[in-house]
């Protein structure tokens, strides 16, 4: 009988939070940390927007996900299926099992086309596509770059949608583009949004609702998809008021999202966790198993999940696993996230809020909120490098 593999620290998930936090764990001094990740090709998401706008293409987010595994780390190329916190173990869709110290839980979150009957028929038509994925990145900027007149319908889940704001970015650009071509005045263009604000970050919203008024968009919130017929090319939405039926030429979804399934069937959600990992939104402290930790998209931190985010999550977990080991204070997530939409082909804002939807700008002046120039540069350019770079090699503070 062969014992399972032990490792100080292991990490479910090797993409922005679990790579990130590896790295930064290798650089406080810890030994033995461990990353299960089944991918072979690690993507730097933010660039999916300017793909789905135009602006970028796969090759430029896309590398080996051995090129950013932090030297020194295990890594096994497998799919978590069962995670047995009583046992301190989890399970493997290969079959092997590995033991652990402490876990850290970041397996990211999934598109969920069964909350919208109808979704997935439709993305798989020349007519509906999303930024969010990227096999259909690309197509989402052909379809919406060919199209010279008819309606364009871009709907917005409030479901756990990863920086759910910048699924603007490529109606935006797109929007740009038609106005450049000519061809605007003869597209009609409506957002549907299901939360109540574009963006829950005042400045923000107002920046967004004048960037849209400004190509003619139609916005609407309060309002879901609740169903879509690919062969009609009609949405069913829930709005404030009747149940209402919308047509479009070209569809663009940001999509409802969930955690993995095995989350909660390992125990590991909760009553208010929907199905991620019920943590303290504070500590990211598993609630009732100590050395469980959860992190990124898959946790349930009350916050707009988001890259941003974790320049902040990663370094509160790498440090209150330490402080659990010695028995010193904790520190605290405030719940910053931030979320970078641009408002053309050349401007964008950056909003940065907690979780009340306060603003938390990183600079006091100038105000990042406003659309700008620079801000675009730094997003579609400096970022990227920022990430690879910085931010996977364990950088944050
Ligand atoms: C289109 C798009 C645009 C975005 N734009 C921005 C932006 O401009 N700014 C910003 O701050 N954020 C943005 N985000 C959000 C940001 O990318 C995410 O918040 C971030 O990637 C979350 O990191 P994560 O590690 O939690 O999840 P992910 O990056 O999704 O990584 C999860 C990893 O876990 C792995 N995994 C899944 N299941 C298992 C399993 N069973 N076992 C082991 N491993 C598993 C996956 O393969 C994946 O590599 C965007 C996201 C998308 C999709």
Avoid at 238 to 260: E, K, M, Q
Wanted: hydrophobic content about 40%; glycine content about 8%.
């Amino acid at each position: 009988m062969t014992t399972a593999p032990h490792h100080d620290v292991l990490i479910i998930g090797g993409g922005n939070a679990g790579i990130s936090l590896a790295a930064r764990l290798r650089r406080d001094g810890c030994r033995d940390v461990a990353v299960v990740e089944p991918e072979q090709t690690h993507h730097y998401r933010p660039l999916l927007s300017y793909v789905a706008g135009g602006m970028a293409t796969l090759d430029d987010l896309r590398r080996p996900e051995a090129s950013v595994i932090p030297p020194g780390c295990a890594w096994y190329a497998d799919h978590v299926t069962a995670v047995e916190p009583e046992r301190f173990m989890v399970r493997l869709a290969g079959g092997g099992e590995i033991t652990y110290g402490d876990l850290v839980v970041c397996p990211g979150s999934q598109v969920d086309w069964d909350a919208v009957p109808g979704s997935r028929e439709a993305v798989a038509t020349p007519d509906a596509s999303t930024s969010y994925l990227p096999h259909l990145a690309e197509k989402t900027w052909a379809m919406l770059s060919s199209l010279r007149e008819g309606t364009v319908v871009l709907a917005v889940s409030d479901r756990h949608v990863p920086c759910a704001p910048v699924a603007l970015k490529p109606l935006l650009m797109a929007a740009d583009h038609w106005r450049q071509e000519g061809t605007l005045d003869r597209i009609a263009i409506e957002l549907l949004v299901e939360g109540d604000r574009l963006v829950d970050h005042d400045r923000g919203d107002r920046e967004l609702r004048a960037a849209a008024a400004g190509y003619g968009i139609r916005v609407r919130t309060g309002t879901a998809v609740e169903s879509v017929d690919p062969l009609a090319r009609e949405l069913r939405v829930r709005t404030p008021a009747d149940p209402d039926l919308v047509r479009y030429d070209a569809l663009l979804l940001a999509p409802p999202h969930r955690a993995p399934g095995w989350v909660s069937a390992s125990g590991l959600s909760g009553p208010q966790a929907d199905g991620f990992v019920a943590v303290d939104p504070h500590t990211l402290a598993h609630l009732t198993h100590p050395r469980v930790w959860g992190l990124g998209d898959a946790a349930a931190v009350d916050a707009l999940p988001s890259g941003g985010a974790l320049r902040k999550q990663v370094p509160v977990v790498a440090h209150n696993i330490a402080a659990r080991r010695t028995g010193g204070p904790m520190r605290r997530y405030d719940g910053y996230s931030i979320a970078p939409v641009t408002t053309s082909r050349r401007d964008l804002l950056l909003a940065e809020l907690d979780r009340d939807g306060r603003p938390e700008p990183t600079v006091p002046f100038p105000d990042l909120a406003r659309p700008r120039r620079n801000t675009f540069l730094f997003d579609r350019f400096l970022e990227p490098h920022v990430y690879w770079r910085w931010l996977l090699t364990g950088h944050v503070s």
